[in-house]
């Protein structure tokens, strides 16, 4: 069983810098993508950043050039520097793993979360 948990959420002031970081536990072997997400309050989850796990990562163009996803030093690690922050980063966000399973079906394995507030 894989377990991952969020930390570093808070609040932030516009224009500032926060850093999340997600750790998975559990048997994981091989290479596998980690990512964030987040969803506001009345919005839809939104994919903001991916981590292929072979020196690929892919933004969603509403954090690219203000966020850089970043892998640990342990490989079960995944960090997310955010800078530049604007009101509309306020969220919850959510880290996740997905692994290849029966069939090479992908199965995505979520944190609980933490909060990310922008606020003056």
């Known amino acids: 069983q894989v377990q991952l948990e969020e930390s570093g959420g808070g609040v932030a002031q516009p224009g500032g810098s926060l850093r999340l970081s997600c750790v998975a536990s559990?048997?994981?072997?091989?290479?596998?993508?980690m990512s964030w997400h987040r969803q506001a309050p009345g919005k839809r989850s939104e994919l903001i950043a991916t981590d292929t796990g072979d020196g690929r990562s892919f933004y969603a163009d509403s954090v690219k050039g203000r966020f850089t996803i970043s892998r640990g030093s342990a490989e079960n690690t995944v960090n997310l520097h955010m800078s530049h922050l604007e009101f509309e980063d306020t969220a919850i966000y959510y880290c996740s793993l997905r692994v290849l399973g029966v069939g090479n079906a992908p199965y995505d394995y979520w944190g609980q979360g933490t909060q990310v507030t922008v606020s003056s």
């Open positions: 559990g048997t994981i072997g091989g290479i596998y993508p």
